[in-house]
């Protein structure tokens, strides 16, 4: 009776120190969780669009083979996970774990940024440069960097620059002459009637219709719309012009952020910056070559005009290089250092330029 008590409780040792050492062995992180961390991403722009397709679904790629699978995006597109207009509030609560927007929503958020919206600034009419000259502002100025602080961006792009299209070609100022075209924004409309052209005030999705109608003669446009709206069939000359540039941005939740391992943050940001930047510009934004193929395929004529010679100079003259003194006074008596950053980004267009 003794002997067998003896040998249960040894036994009984025996299976507790098992367990102890069982359960004191360190599980390897992999075997601990193989599954990724989800990050969700919301945007306007629809599933099948251009930029969706080409360029934010394979950034999204880009970022999971980075990260060697520990992280999975997952996309949320046509404001399935919140409106445009809360693109910001939405990530720094939470409620996305990043976003992707235009910035023109946010006007006034991120004064110094907005830089890169001052007409004849731009050289390029390449998104990748011009993206390129944009993330790199960001990267070295802090007065840029400090308008972003409540969250991570990761990185900003522009996509190609406005130009004009119209019903007939336009050459110089007296071919805008009582011309009334399609205007967004303070800084657009007043440069249209500067020019000697009646501003209308039309959304976007709604060009065409007062194109065809008459309402409009021309528009202010990015290539992008071009396809979207198929305005060539509406207005079969464009005016080779650089003016501005849309820019986007994809941002995080800070708090996110700082939650990922340092070797998952590295990976994300070893496709983000100036390589996200020119990868997503390049990608999502340049449609030269969809805007040539449709309208072949179309029968439609969408024929380039340039400026005369010297036009370009004198708009920027007289219109271009005011509305940059005012701006840069505007912000100056914000305390914001304008003439800091319109020098800046003046250094990178002419050393990035093509």
């Known amino acids: 009776m003794e002997k067998n008590t003896i040998i249960a409780l040894c036994l009984g040792v025996f299976l507790m120190l098992s367990f102890v050492v069982i359960y004191s062995i360190p599980v390897p992180a992999s ?6 961390i ?8 629809p599933a099948q669009g251009i930029d969706t397709i080409r360029g934010y679904v394979p950034w999204g790629k880009m970022v999971e083979e980075a990260t060697h699978g520990k992280v999975k995006i997952v996309h949320y597109p046509s404001e399935s996970l919140f409106t ?3 693109a910001i509030t939405a990530v720094e609560s939470g409620l996305a774990d990043m976003s992707i927007s235009p910035l023109g929503y946010f006007s006034g958020r991120f004064n110094l940024t907005e830089v890169m919206f001052l007409p004849f600034l731009l050289k390029s009419r390449s998104p990748r440069v011009n993206s390129g000259i944009m993330q790199r502002l960001y990267d070295t100025v802090p007065e840029v960097q400090k308008e972003w602080s409540t969250m991570k961006l990761l990185c900003i792009y522009t996509t190609g620059p406005y130009f004009i299209a119209s019903k007939k ?16 924004g303070k800084d657009a409309i007043k440069l249209v009637k500067d020019l000697g052209a ?20 021309a528009t202010l446009l990015v290539p992008i719309m071009v396809i979207d709206w198929k305005l060539y069939e509406v207005f079969p000359y464009w005016t080779d012009v650089v003016l501005w540039p849309s820019v986007c941005f994809t941002t995080m939740n800070l708090k996110k ?7 998952v943050q590295d990976g994300i940001m070893s496709v983000s910056g ?11 934004f340049e449609v030269k070559e969809d805007i040539e193929k449709e309208i072949k395929a179309s029968g439609k004529k969408f024929e380039r005009v340039d400026l005369d010679k010297g036009e370009l100079e004198k708009w920027k003259k007289r219109f271009g290089e005011p509305m940059w003194k005012e701006w840069v006074a505007d912000k100056e ?20 330029s093509e």
């Open 31 to 36: 075997a601990a969780s193989d599954k990724p």
């Open 38 to 45: 989800e990050l969700k991403v919301g945007y306007m722009m």
């Open 84 to 86: 445009t207009k809360e």
């Open 169 to 184: 070609p336009i050459r110089n100022m007296g071919d805008l002459k009582g011309l009334r075209v399609r205007a967004a």
């Open 198 to 217: 009646s501003p209308v005030t039309t959304a976007a999705p709604d060009v065409y219709e007062a194109a065809a109608k008459g309402v409009i003669d």
């Open 257 to 263: 952020w700082n939650s990922l391992p340092s070797d």
């Open 274 to 284: 100036l390589k996200g930047a020119q990868f997503t510009g390049e990608h999502a």
């Open 333 to 352: 008596k914000m305390g914001l250092a304008g003439q800091k950053v319109l020098d800046a980004v003046r250094k990178l267009v002419d050393k990035y």
